[in-house]
């Protein structure tokens, strides 16, 4: 997933692909919380999957997701 800049959390849910599920779990969390530059962050050091949904409804997708 590229680069995608954001003003703050817009997120009103986001789902993980983790190599397990106590990862999955604080990382989808900290998405939540932490907005886009959280997803930026954990996409770029976990090797995760990412499908997050922005206020508006809009779907973000990591290509794993898109599959």
């Keep these: 997933m590229g680069r995608t800049e954001f003003r703050h959390s817009e997120f009103r849910q986001a789902s ?3 190599a397990d599920i106590v990862t999955a779990d604080v990382l989808a969390t ?3 919380a932490g907005g886009g530059p959280m997803l930026n962050w954990a996409t770029d050091g976990w090797d995760v999957e990412v499908l ?3 206020g508006s409804g809009e779907l973000l997708a990591t290509p794993g997701f898109r599959a």
């Design 16 to 18: 993980e692909a983790a």
């Design 30 to 32: 900290a998405i939540v």
């Design 52 to 54: 997050a949904v922005l």
